[in-house]
């Protein structure tokens, strides 16, 4: 069994704002474009355009409607999940081979692929199903973290972040050191209360979540806009005539 690093330097991880995310799927597209044309092997689609279709992907989106505490109106959440790299990762210990590891210095669960050999033990650990099996390459995969981004110094400091987050158009996916209280990401989950992922598992995942904030209520069951204060111009030439004619229907 693999066993995990004693001390992380770093707890790099995603914060990820429930109440901003639209569930467009760009992450998920940037993410599976990503992993197939760069770290290991390609993310493979079995019979893309068939009857049956069954690919892999690191990064999914489940959308899920709510009915609010108090009553209200049901609202829909858009639930982005991938591996969420935990302190105390279960998928890392099972492992027999030593293909899952975690690295000591920034916290981040890789799978050696040449040394993982599709038993599938680790995704029977996970208690968020957050590995796949490639069936095309009959070895396990997983969010990296794109770590072949974040250190990559040919490109820009911009674009030294996990593709979803570069990717997203709503700004929901935020990217840092959680083990870092003075992070932008730390503050920001001290800020919206940010919480872990079924922490009752005791895997403790650095991954945050950030709670969708309360909406806005209806008012006696009536949604009625703002009566805007109007101003009348004397109309001249043909928007007179046309003000004329539509008085009289």
Known sequence: MTALPERIERKLGLVIDLDTCVGCHACVISCKGWNTENYGAPLSDMDAYGADPVGTFL??????EIQPEGGGCAQTVHFPKSCLHCEDAPCVT????????????DGIVLVNEDACIGCGLCAWACPYGAREMDQAEGVMKKCTLCVDRIYNENLEE????????RTCPAGARHFGDLGDPDSAV??????????????????????????????DRLTGGVATAPVLPTERRDATGFLAWLDRTLEKI
């Open 59 to 64: 990064n999914r989106v489940h959308s899920y």
């Open 94 to 105: 099972v492992c027999p081979t030593g293909a899952s590891y975690k690295r000591a210095e």
């Open 158 to 165: 911009v674009d030294r972040v996990p593709a979803c987050v």
């Open 186 to 215: 730390s503050q920001l989950v001290a800020e919206r209360g940010g919480f872990d992922l079924m922490p009752e598992q005791g895997t403790k995942p650095v991954n945050k979540y950030l709670p969708p904030r309360p909406k």
